[in-house]
């Protein structure tokens, strides 16, 4: 068995279980590389990632390099004389980083490569109505999550689930994940594979902005279901809500299929006993259960009911 030594790189929260998983199964952690610190907020104070917080709790050392082919850098990580890279929702590595350990660097990647190669692989899952998905170690190459395949495994989808809650079971399943590659590496019981070619049909997860937010109600409930628990709760999908001419922009975070067929114009709002919020779509009424009106709170959709004044209410359908 090889004695295993690590340098973890990765910056949001989905990250943090899978460092929490290596130190608790006892492997060492030479060092973790993050992001830089960013100013957010209104008085633009520096806030660090989660996973920089997570390792100066446990006085790992921290590098946060403003360019990852800075040969300062590059130096530093050397002299850490770790063996392997675990990357975990970070950047993309250059070859004089990823080239450096004995036993190679390797990614957890959200889905089951090479399908859903890309930043959002949880959110597209959901959009294209996947049933199933899951989680792919793999060691790193010169491509953007094309290497070769140490491990996976499968997850279920449900019908309602958003992609928030998916990210937080993956998020476990995934740190489980990289525990059991690190273990195969450390046994030298490997049977790495290359990712299939090209001969089958690949979708791909990139990066969402919000022009891929806005809700089409023209569509069939499904793919209108599936759009709004894709984004949900981030970036979340919107509409815009025309009341009796007054038009604001509101983001909806949970929905139904409802069995009821759809008989007036898509985008039309149909509340049903001051407690049902339908949509209609172009096939059957979608429920909304969870919304955010621009600068309040998240609700249930029975609670922004009750602060509804009488009127025609009509979700508007962009223009595409």
Known sequence: MKEISIVFMGTPEFAVESLSQILSNGYIVKAVVTVADKPAGRGLKLKISPVKEFALSKNIPVLQPLSLKDPE?????????????????????????????????????????????????????????????????????????????????????????????????????GAEL??????????????????????????????????????????????????IRGLSPYPGAFSVINMDGSEKEIKLLRSEITDEVSDVKAGDVRIVNNRRFLVACSDYFVEILQLQPSGKKTMKAEEYIRGLKAGKIVFINPLL
């Open 178 to 227: 990289v525990v059991k590659t690190i273990r195969a590496i450390s046994e030298d019981n490997l049977y790495p594979r290359e990712q299939p070619g090209s001969d089958i049909a690949l979708k791909g997860a990139p990066r969402l902005f919000r022009e891929h937010c806005q809700i089409e109600w023209d569509r069939n409930a499904t793919d209108v279901h599936n759009h």
């Open 73 to 173: 850098f590059i130096s530093t990580l050397k002299t850490l004389h770790a063996n392997l890279f675990v990357i975990v929702a970070f950047r993309k590595l250059p070859e004089e980083v990823w080239s450096i350990p004995e036993l190679g660097s390797f990614n957890l990647h959200a889905s089951l490569l090479p399908q859903y190669r890309g930043a959002a692989p949880i959110n597209h899952a959901i959009l294209n109505g996947e049933t199933e998905t899951g989680a792919t170690t793999f060691f790193l190459n010169a491509g953007i999550d094309t290497g070769t395949i140490i491990m996976n495994e499968r997850i279920s989808i449900g019908n309602n689930e958003t992609a928030g809650e998916l990210h937080d079971r993956l998020k476990v399943m």
